[in-house]
């Protein structure tokens, strides 16, 4: 009677386990054994995965990039400057130096879910050994605006959230737009961010899906395309001589994250050392339709950075 | 078996068969893997997860230990380690092999390009066969790397096959090569450019079992590698005509040792990326720990190299937390130094007897 019991314990035992996971495909077509409500995430791209998961208002538990203490390794803090929140708080940990992934730290963690990009396929393997992974496309040309953040919701089962965060979304759009000096239908934006040289930022960011969702459409840019080199991504390059001869309703300007100043003063800066006397001769400028704006608050694919977004555009627009 | 001083007034070791071994190599030999032991213990027992020597002990006694200890000694450091000792070791012996065979000191896989063409070819296959099992890499590594033996042997012709000829030849068609390389990773996708990149360094981060297992086979190859052509070395040492003269088939043995270096460099090349500098480091460190030649040479210098990526991949677990040391890097920064002090102390050495 003993074994009896014991054997029917073991079956429904077995049962309830493979309950609680279920096969997913990932966006790199590896299936992966999912479980059903993931509480120890793990992420491999901080701004482009682990922002987005943590204002859809789950934990992570780890995060490459961060130390073990919670701090960010990198000069700049995403968490920080676009949550509002503190990792150390949060209780996220590191899994090693950027480059080089400790699976003891990954391991220590328990994770029960791995999140990466495209571009960690090449560990997948070696890390599905701790826990599943999920490759989820985070640069290709298909994504836009909140498609990753949607798309995680989804994923993890908050969906709810997904659609409460944008209600609050599109009501704050309606203000801003309210606010604006001129009707943007029909006006047009562009948005550059300078590395060592200027790049116009694609669609694959907050500041992008809030400017569009306010009216504005992309203005073209003469010899833009495949054939001249301009490419695709989230920052295309864009020569010096083009840069000045720029004219959108809306000039968007932000400087490279990995910068220490993200102001105007060394925005301005920049632009200087590559675009000398662009202040003489950019008539955006000149009219004041440029807006400068933090890259780190506003260029993850999330709601929130869509929102500093909105809130910088009504400061600007309200000192008109 | 017995101990007895050969012809050259060295102590030997004589066996029956006729086999001898001199003293000195074989006490080198014993301290070299005990070093290799101990320091492989050691490494085992240390890391992010706390463990010590009787956790280590408990694992392989099959007694109860914490899951997190049992993954990292057993899933994380013990793949590593055995996947750094046999990638060091077939590298440093090509090493050893190709200073022979191109009777130049500074010959290795890297500087003949021969590492850079394996690599050129696993790069291609990747990025135009990215569903290719994994099992064929090292045999595209392998026709890479022949394809500039080859290469290399029509360029220098067979009258220059040694000395700074083939060497300089060696550098031009690695740098050409190293372009391509770069070219490839400029413009294959994204993801793939990513994890070429990061393997360009050398690293031993996928070193599971399963890729153990597969690079295993290549290490077995090297044993009796080592019996066979260390005995075929020590006539070529001597250079071409002097090896024809004592009835060795140069025209047959050459091209079979150059087969075989070709191999296990590209099965190094396609499990742990290029070890660069590796193949001219340790043999001479080898030489400096012991003067030796022909299998004996060839053994402790795969020993040598196998020991120094160890070493590396200890420096790049346990180093900072805060920036990743590449294996490739370590090796270059435990294995230098050496490197520099140990050709000074022969400069020196040679210097008070010459």
Partial sequence: MHKLFLTLALIVASGLAHAQSHDVQDDRGRTVPMPDTPERIVVLQEPLLGIPILELGLDIVGSYGRNDDGSSMLRVDFIKTVLGKDGADLGISGIG???????????????????????????????SSVAPVYLKNIRTPDITGFSTQQKLADLLGVSDRFDALMADYKSQLDDVRAKLPDPPNGKTYLAVIIYDQINVVSNMSGVIQAIEDLGYRRADLQGSGKASGYGQGFAVPLSSEQFARLNPDILIIMNSYVSADRGQAAIRDRLNAIVPGWDRFLRPHKEGRVLYLDSVAVTTPTVASARHTLDAIEAWATSK | MRLTTGLHGYVVLRFSSGLEIRLHNLICAMILMMVAVVGGVALLTTGSTDSTFSDLVGLFDGDAVSGDVAFAIADVRLPRILMGFMAGWCVALTGAMLQSLAQNPLADPGLLGLSQGSLVVIMLVLVLFPGLPLIFTPLAGFAGGLAVAVLLMVLVGRHHSGGLGILLMGIAVETTL?????????????????????????????????????????????????????????????????????????????????????LLTAAATAAVGPLVFLGVMAPHLAWFISPAKGR??????????????????????????????????AIMMIGAPIFIISLRLRTISQARTG
């Fill in chain 2, 296 to 329: 004996a040479r060839l053994f402790l210098a795969a020993m040598t190299g196998g020991f120094l990526v160890v070493a590396a991949d200890g420096l790049t677990r346990l180093g900072s937390d805060q920036v990743a040391l590449p294996t490739g890097l």
């Fill in chain 2, 178 to 262: 190293s372009s391509v390389t770069s070219i490839l990773i400029l413009y294959a996708p994204p993801e793939q450019s990513h994890a070429i990149s990061s393997w360009l360094a050398g690293s031993l981060f996928h070193s599971d079992w399963s890729a153990v297992g597969s690079f295993a086979a290549w290490f077995v190859i090297s044993i009796p590698a080592i019996l066979v052509i260390g005995r075929k070395l020590r006539s070529l040492d001597l250079g071409d005509h002097m090896a024809l003269a004592l009835g060795e088939a140069v025209h047959i043995t050459k091209p079979v040792i150059l087969i075989v270096a070709v």
């Fill in chain 1, 97 to 127: 130096p950027l480059g080089n992934i400790d699976l003891e730290k990954l391991s220590a963690l328990k994770p029960d879910l791995i999140i990466g990009g495209e571009s960690d396929a090449d560990k997948a393997d070696i890390l």
